[in-house]
């Protein structure tokens, strides 16, 4: 039962941090997940992996650590810790938000708030790709995905499934 707390404590806490989406709170819930869990930096990319190519919310992906944690409780309490803080939060800051309108102070927060979240986000995929990126071949993948996805038209779903079976078939017969 101590773990299915603990998952709820540091869903929860996480849910609170995500300012401008979960991949915001990536690093640390990479380095928690690490720590309290014994979830490695790479069975987490693999579960961030899922999460990405899954359809739905790409965050959906903390259900299937709370299941590796602690079964189907695990996942249902994460569910409910990662989602409800936050959706709560940001009801009741949403609500504040419109009762400003176009105060000056309004613009200046949402400044504010801007750099910090592309900061967070940033942090959040350098975390995953300092775990990735392993050798020169996913250095050379990702480079590439890196310029698919800007620069062509292609879905970023083809690029991602079409590393991953290139990145498989090199690693597993270099």
Not at 27 to 56: C, N, R, W
Not at 128 to 153: C, D, H, Q
């Amino acid at each position: 039962m101590t773990q299915v707390l603990s998952l709820a404590l540091c869903f929860g806490l996480l849910s609170l941090m995500a300012v401008g989406g979960g991949t915001a709170v990536l690093p640390e819930m990479q380095t928690l997940l690490a720590h309290q869990f014994g979830i490695d930096h790479l069975k987490f990319v693999h579960i961030y992996s899922i999460g990405q190519i899954a359809p739905g919310p790409n965050m959906l992906m903390v259900l299937v650590i709370g299941f590796q944690v602690a079964g189907l409780i695990g996942a249902g309490v994460v569910l409910l810790s990662f989602f409800i803080p936050s959706s709560i939060l940001c009801l009741y800051a949403g609500r504040i938000w419109n009762r400003y309108g176009e105060s000056p102070w309004r613009r200046s927060i949402q400044n504010a708030l801007e750099p910090i979240s592309i900061g967070l986000m940033a942090s959040g995929v350098y975390a995953v790709a300092k775990s990735s990126i392993i050798s020169p071949i996913t250095f050379g993948l990702a480079l590439v995905s890196f310029y698919l996805i800007l620069r062509t038209k292609i879905n970023p779903v083809y690029v991602i499934l079409g590393s991953g079976m290139l990145g498989f078939a090199l690693l597993k017969y270099l």
